[in-house]
């Protein structure tokens, strides 16, 4: 062990000087070692998201403690809402929320955090990664559509159109969103185009 | 600034230009600031006592010294301004007084300090010495760059208490340096300003807060008291943004302050929510002081802070280091 030149100087100092240690300090005597503070602290995260609530798409910030969401507000760097939540929006997080039976909100064991699949035919859902699905979905879009593309009607006018897929647009989707679904759809010839909220 | 005759920072939270007031307007705004804090931060120290006697001595310093707290003119138009910011340029990169004015100034301090209490006479003839080799060794000029250096070499030769020596030295160089420039940093507009250290004095923020009506994050300059917009999700010092490397710890009950940490560097600062807290015009500083007591949780939590300006030590063990 070193001794440093402060540590000399304390062994070697007055009882006077030792009394001005504390009065000549900004700190409280027992700010962090006294018994009746309660020093536990509590980690969040910050996680932004965008509210699913309405075709806006406001930016949100989920405050996460231990991988369960126990608050959110609005994002003030997101340059659609700056900061600003609606009422809807502001008790997001209770979404991931179920009450118990004694009335207390717990998280709720059913929440989608991982993609499902369930395989054609099968009675259950298994657990898949994004990677996989995004192939599969692409997949079988491609497949359908390559078979049963019309590039003529019966009456020999061109219409290079699909009718074995419809797509479903969602109130749950920024406007952007929608507008790009639209496109994509209309790109691969689905006709048969439709949105829940027809906003 | 932090006892500046304006308010830099004194503003109304997230203004970009700040008015002036009264002196003794804002000496009592500070004490009634500090009232507020030892209420809201349990364990704080009442500083009632010290930043009045902070205030007499740079009243008597500046009644004999007008000339020395006269505006200087910077001479700088607002598009050149605006050019400054917008290519991250430090308005002030190289600031330094003399000697000879920081050593009269400490010694007015000094002697106002021991008219309080007897007991300090000792520590802070130290102290004074302790400066004036300091100074002897810079040839008598006390550059910004040093402040943290002359902190350590105190702390090290001395007997008083890091904070308070820490505070000390900030009240001397923001008073004669930034304090006679606050005209020219009043009028800075700092929403151009995308960099993590401050756009006047170039020093790494070490708080800062979340405004009121929007919760958008600002951070301060514990030297020039100068506020600018910075995203929430990402580190000033090591500039990551994975949110899974970012976070902050509150302490107990207490929801205003709270200490932003990256695992990526391993460097925290503190954050005032202005959500939780209602008053017309805060100081942040003097939270910042209240709340001493949260650095050295963040210390023992492992983190250091991105200031590089080390307020409080991680535990006092006394006498061997």
Known sequence: MKLSRRGFLKLTGTATAAATLTSLSLQGDSVVEASDYPVRLHYAEEVPTVCTFCGVGCGILNYVRDGVIVNAEGDPDNPINEGALCSKGSSIFNVSYIYNEKGKPVPNPNRLTKPLYRAPGSDHWEEKEWDWMMDTIAERIKDTRDRTFEEKDSNGVTVNRT???????????????NYLFHKIARAMGVINIDHCARL | MLFPKATRALRKRGDETGGYILYSVFQQKVLDENKKCCKLYPGSKNLNTLLSVFYQAKEIFEKQNEDIFEQVDFKLSPKELKEKMRKSEIL??????????????????CEELVKNNKDFEEPLKHLQASVKDFLAEKNDIFPQSQLPVLVEKIVEETLLERDFVTFLLIFIFSSLYYGPREDFIKELDTSLWEESFCPVCGESPHYGFLREEDGAKFLECWLCGTNWRYPRIKCPYCKTVDQKKLGFFTVGENEICRIYFCRECQKYYKIFNWKKYKGEEILVFMHHLHTLHFDKLALKEGFSPGSELKWVDKEDNGLVN
């Open chain 1, 163 to 177: 009718q074995a897929i419809a797509w479903l647009g969602s109130a749950f989707c920024t406007n952007e969103e």
């Open chain 2, 92 to 109: 002030i990169p190289n600031a330094h007084i003399e000697g000879e004015l920081v050593q009269t100034f400490l010694a007015s301090i």
